[in-house]
């Protein structure tokens, strides 16, 4: 059998179809680079609670939680949010009076509204955020008007986070 040679041309114009035919049909489930700078990010956007709170003023907290997020963004987002839910935790316990109970439970109903649609890969997540939001040391009750500032925080993630 006998091949005829192909032009370098059409051999780039095969590679560039071949290439294009690897995008198509795939999900761009890549999370936002706003998701990937770090706990003190979130907080920075968290100030605008209850109001529409976007990370680098464009990307919504729940967009953070991709359909199929990449195991290694997960744990990087998954780190950032934990460690800024401790962080609200901590100044709510010992500052009722500021709005870290609030922020705390946007942070909360913004991840549940994400990981709502990712068929359970952030569930663990969500767990790990509701522990550290609730976190009282000793069993210590939490301060008054906790969970009222919490709700209001939550229900406000939970409808635009």
Do not use: W
Request: with cysteine.
């Amino acid at each position: 059998m006998r091949f005829a040679a192909a032009s370098p041309l059409a051999c780039l114009a095969l590679i560039g179809i071949a290439l294009a035919g690897i995008g198509c049909g795939s999900q761009d489930d890549s999370t936002p680079v706003a998701c990937l700078e770090g706990a003190p990010a979130y907080e920075k956007a968290l100030r605008n609670a209850p109001v529409e709170v976007l990370l680098q003023g464009e990307t919504p907290i729940s967009e953070c939680l991709a359909a199929n997020q990449q195991s290694g963004d997960l744990a990087q987002v998954g780190e950032a949010m934990v460690e800024t839910a401790t962080r609200l935790n901590a100044e709510a316990r010992a500052n009722p009076d500021t709005n870290a109970a609030l922020q705390l439970g946007y942070l909360l109903g913004a991840a549940q509204r994400g990981a709502a649609s990712s068929e359970g890969i952030h569930s663990d997540l969500v767990r790990r955020l509701t522990v550290a939001a609730r976190y009282a040391p000793d069993r210590d009750p939490l301060p008054p008007g906790f969970f009222g500032h919490y709700r209001e925080g939550f229900t406000a993630g939970r409808a635009s986070g």
